[in-house]
């Protein structure tokens, strides 16, 4: 077993434009990707970080249509944004199972909570792209979604006010009137137009263009400013504080 598990160096991915001929060699030749199989050889991931494997710009388009039609199979928000950007970015990144991201649906297992669409994308830039980078793409990428109007390209689009479920589910049935448990073809639209967000945010930074555009609003800045670090420094977070707070 162990003298035949094939170990894929960093050198294999980069000489092979971007890992395809490993891969379909590896496909062909019946050998089991990650998982030992009975008969098979096993393939290491490479070691991290994987940044240098992103060398080209995602199909931005190709990663909205993958997110909706992955949630549209049962995958969920969460996991349908993650695979459809694994995908896109191609190997090593998609080796990795995209069940680990199957717990994001419904803002965590129904819960309301981090949007599964948010979850999932916001995974694969952090596989893509540790630290500082993963941050601000990712504060963007919440930014934007709890300030846009989502699906972009359906009739009935709502603005969540900040990234949870809960609120983002609420708000389109308030402007859709439909009910919560129709919500199937809005979230799947949505988990396209995230990881597509996403997938473009990190285009921007492979190319060096990217620049923020959402900025806290005024009114929670001053909040955030005394609450979070500040005077009173006793809670967290970067949330429209009004959504669920009276000021005083
Ligand atoms: C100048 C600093 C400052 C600013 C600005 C500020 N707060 Fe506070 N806030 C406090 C302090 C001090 C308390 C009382 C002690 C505590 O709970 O931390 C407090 C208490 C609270 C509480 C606890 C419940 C209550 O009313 O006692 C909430 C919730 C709260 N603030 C939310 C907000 C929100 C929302 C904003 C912006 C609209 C805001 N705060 C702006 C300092 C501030
Ligand atoms: C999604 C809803 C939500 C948002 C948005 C939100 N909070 Fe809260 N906040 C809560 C909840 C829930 C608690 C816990 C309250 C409790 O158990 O009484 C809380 C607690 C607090 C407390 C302590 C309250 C106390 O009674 O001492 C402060 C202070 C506070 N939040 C400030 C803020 C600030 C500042 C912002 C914006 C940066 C903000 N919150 C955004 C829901 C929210």
Known sequence: ???????????DFLVSAGGAAAGLALAASGLGILA?????????????PWTDYFNKPLDVEAVRAKGTAYY???LGCAEGAFRALLEELGEPFSYVPSQIMNFGKGGVVA?????????????????????????MIVNELLAWYSATALPLNLEHRSVAGNPLCHASIANWCKVSGKKASERGP???ALTG???????????????GTFVPAFAMSEETKACFDCHVGGYADDTLGKMDCKGCHEGH
């Open 1 to 11: 077993m162990e003298d035949k598990k094939k170990v894929l160096t960093r050198r």
């Open 36 to 48: 030992p199989k009975a008969e098979g050889a096993m393939v290491d991931l490479p070691e991290y």
């Open 72 to 74: 549209n199979q049962g």
């Open 111 to 135: 819960w309301g909570t981090l949007c599964g669409a948010l979850n999932g994308a916001a995974a694969a830039v952090s596989l893509v792209f540790g630290g500082q980078a993963m941050t």
């Open 186 to 188: 809005r979230c799947a």
């Open 193 to 207: 137009d995230v990881a597509a967000q996403a997938a473009m945010y990190m285009n921007q930074v492979l190319e």
